[in-house]
């Protein structure tokens, strides 16, 4: 069962303290009176959705907005609170008789050195108000602090219900996009995502994501919490944690730590009169409706609700930034701004007046109107993208924040203007091979298609890679081009013209350098210009094809691989051309290749604690351990300032290990033992397959196999009732789970799964077996202990 929010956590206990047993309930659910409320600052007046927070001087107009069959008479009072240990002077408390409809009303004004305000409703009974206004005197830090507490749950409710609402929408609408939309929305709001409920059939969805929405976990801001921020643990400290002023507005947890002395404190109030009942508030407009986790009783002791309003102090400016570096381009169909740590921009009416300021080269600024849309996770501009707007290389959010205004984050957006596009080092491109292009200059994210005219007046799409903010790769197929004029027609992103780039097409002259063949090797490289024309090499009767062709600063690179052993000994080669015609060439036969034949493998590191122990087939490692590995060198050397290389074989990084830093140590002669850390020698992210080979005098050997790298998750227990869960970190790493080795009843775990658990079937044994995106095929088996073993289990049930 997915666990309650902390939030939501710490109110249930005070309901513990404050009714019976078995009127308590998990969820505030419960829908209790509803006040109108407008806060005026100077001349501006905003209704209390849209005030994050009060400032002294404010003047506050609160109504209880009762039906007119109300029944029960509330006593409705509002005080002023100023720290857990200065008791607020009896002029800061304000009643007002909600059942006469002249006196139903309370304008006030915040008083100087007030820090929290609350709202309670007490059951009119005759000296009510006295008999709260003591209350509150005597025991000032637990409601400084219930007024915190209450006010962070009501806007963690806030995000709960956008959510459901959102899910509800869509799934009523369009259930077919809840599979691409409840993440986003989950990542939006702050919502822990059931991802198992994507799985189901798409009728089904929208019920599953949305049930037992208590039950739906409140994820944690990121940072700590503003209690561990100030004592570095959670500790018995309730009224110096009350007097501190609240931070983050919505972005820090409440003090966890301290609910059980709060449900404590808060308990003490009970008296045969009265019991303090907590409720949260949902503000939007100009209406803060209560919800009730217990029903209110109207017997000896009444329930007095206990509701907090905002927070009084400077609005903390909202943290949002932009999702990811990627910009956006301005001119693409549906646009959408990303947003990251903005929940409440979404669950409440804070924000308003929000517009992104847009800064062209030339340094004009134009200001469109933004709206928020949790649907895609940020901000869309309201009217769309004007016809006339120019390029565009800056973009900052601004607005206001309840009564503040506020400027930024900077939100990374593309829109050029024609004429920026152009090719690099120039526009020369080469005719009867493959050319690769790098265009540069305009915005590579606005960049919908690349068109290519040969010089025959022929068309054809191109594929294309961003490869920087200005620049786009591609690669021109011009094996059968005749050299001439072409053009390449850049497409952009809305209503912006193509853009054509004409091209000098040109045949590239021969040139052969040298032939480079190593004494035992059966490839050889051929070094030279337009080697693409070279039909084969013979050399003393044997006979080199073609390979693979690369193109460096100094020109072509041609493996050539021959049919039969080579010469040992210099002599002539001839390098026949696919025209006909051919060319001689002095050949000399270099010095063999080192190559070494792996001996053994391992790895070793500490396992993370509680984790259950993996079993890794043979040929893979973790790629968070120290590797090492033993060889024999089979030909050549290897002297001190000699050295082995690492690398993938995907070609990413290579490393190097040495003898002078100890990674490489001899044990013998011609028996070397090497050591190294896979991520600290070839960056965070290695997984894959392994090579190595050995550097010897600047002669590097053949790539040989080592090891397969994989990530690996850390899997802490399985827990099972009639299916079982298996928990958990890192679970993306897993491509399947299943009971048995075979694999006949395995569960697929959905690509870019964040859960810390995946529902299977019920064990078969004391195994699972896993298997792995880094290694394909290869099962990996999973050792249960004592207690997730089936036996284990069907005792217990």
């Not at 050397?637 to 001899?666: N, P, W, Y």
């Amino acid at each position: 069962m997915v666990r309650v929010s902390s939030l939501l956590v710490l109110l249930a206990a005070l309901v513990l303290a404050a009714v019976p047993a078995r009127a308590q309930q998990n969820g505030f659910d419960l829908a209790g009176p509803v006040l109108a409320l407008t806060v005026t600052r100077g001349d501006v007046e905003l209704p209390i959705g849209a005030v994050p927070s009060l400032l002294p001087g404010d003047r506050l107009r609160v109504e209880a907005d009762f039906p007119e069959h109300q029944s029960a008479r509330y006593l409705m009072i509002v005080v002023f609170l100023r720290g857990a240990t200065n008791p607020p002077p009896k002029d800061w408390f304000y009643a007002a008789e909600t059942w006469r409809k002249k006196k139903n009303r309370l304008d006030l004004k915040v008083p100087d050195g007030a820090e929290q305000a609350v709202v309670l409703l007490a059951p009119e009974t005759g000296g009510g108000f006295d008999s709260v206004r003591d209350a509150v005197r005597g025991r000032p830090g637990v409601f400084v602090r219930a007024a915190q507490d209450l006010h962070q749950a009501s806007l963690d409710r806030a995000r709960l219900d956008a959510f459901v609402t959102a899910i509800g929408r869509i799934g009523e609408a369009t259930p077919q996009r809840l599979a691409e939309a409840a993440p986003v929305l989950a990542n939006a709001l702050r919502i822990k995502l059931k991802a198992e409920c994507l799985s189901r059939p798409r009728g089904l969805q929208a019920a599953c994501l949305t049930q037992d929405r208590d039950n739906l976990v409140l994820q944690a801001q990121r940072g700590s919490t503003l209690a561990e921020t100030l004592t570095g643990t959670p500790v018995d400290l309730a009224y110096r944690i009350a007097a501190t002023p609240e931070g983050g507005g919505g972005y820090f947890s409440p003090y966890i730590g301290l609910a059980r002395d709060l449900a404590r404190l808060f308990g003490a109030f009970r008296s045969p009169q009265y019991q303090y009942l907590p409720a949260l508030s949902l503000a939007r407009s100009a209406q803060m409706q209560l919800l009730l986790n217990a029903a209110p009783s109207f017997q000896s002791p009444r329930s007095v609700l206990v509701a907090a309003l905002p927070p009084i102090g400077p609005a903390s400016r909202p943290l949002w930034r932009a999702a990811g570096p990627a910009p956006v381009c301005l001119g693409k169909p549906d646009l959408a701004l990303p947003l990251d740590d903005a929940p409440l921009l979404y669950a409440t009416d804070y924000a308003r007046d929000l517009a992104v300021q847009l800064t062209g080269p030339d340094g004009k600024a134009r200001s469109l109107p933004v709206l928020a849309d949790v649907e895609k996770g940020g901000v869309r501009l309201a009217g769309g993208v004007p016809e006339d707007l120019g390029a565009v290389s800056n973009a900052v959010l601004q607005g206001r924040w309840g009564f503040d205004g506020f400027t930024g984050p900077r939100l990374p957006v593309q829109r050029d203007a024609a004429g920026a596009w152009h090719a690099e080092p120039d526009a020369g491109v080469v005719v009867g091979r493959d050319h690769p292009l790098v265009l540069r200059g305009g915005a590579a994210f606005c960049v919908s298609q690349l068109v290519l005219r040969d010089a025959k007046g022929v068309t054809r799409p191109l594929t294309f890679k961003i490869t920087g903010q200005d620049e786009i790769s591609t690669t021109l197929p011009l094996g059968d081009a005749r050299p001439g004029k072409m053009g390449i027609t850049i497409a952009r992103f809305g209503t912006a013209a193509p853009e054509t780039l004409e091209l000098a097409a040109r045949l590239e002259a021969s040139r052969i350098d040298r032939f480079v063949l190593h004494a035992g090797d059966r490839e050889g490289v051929l070094e030279g210009a337009r080697l693409d024309q070279v039909a084969g090499l013979d050399l003393g009767g044997v006979r080199f094809a073609p390979g693979a062709l690369s193109r460096g600063e100094k020109g072509d690179r041609l493996v050539l691989a021959a049919d039969a052993e080579p010469l040992t000994g210099p002599g002539e080669a001839t390098i026949r051309l696919q025209d006909g015609r051919t060319v001689r060439l002095a050949v000399k036969i270099a010095e063999p290749r080192p190559a070494a034949a792996l001996l053994s493998r391992a790895a070793s590191g500490a396992a993370a604690p509680g984790a259950l122990p993996l079993t890794l087939p043979d040929g893979l490692l973790p790629a968070d351990a120290t590797i090492a590995f033993s060889f024999k060198i089979a030909r050549g050397s290897l002297a001190r300032s000699d050295h082995v290389e690492i690398a993938t074989m995907s070609g990413g990084a290579t490393g190097r290990l040495g003898f002078a830093d100890g990674a490489l140590q001899r044990v013998a002669g011609d028996v070397i033992v090497a050591r190294f850390d896979p991520r600290a020698l070839l960056g965070p992210g290695v997984a894959g397959q392994l090579r190595f080979r050995l550097v010897q005098d600047g002669v590097a050997g053949n790539w040989q196999p080592l090891a397969t790298l994989v990530r690996l998750p850390v899997l802490t227990g399985v827990t099972c009732t009639e299916l079982c869960d298996l928990h958990g970190r890192d679970l993306f790493l897993l491509s399947a789970v299943s009971t048995t080795a075979d694999f006949a009843k395995a569960t697929s775990v959905p690509l870019g799964f964040v859960g810390d658990s995946l529902r299977l079937p019920r064990l078969a044994g004391k195994m699972l077996f896993v298997r792995l995106h880094d290694s394909g095929d290869a099962v990996v088996g999973v050792t249960l202990g004592e207690a997730e073993s089936p036996a284990r289990q069907a005792g217990g049930e």
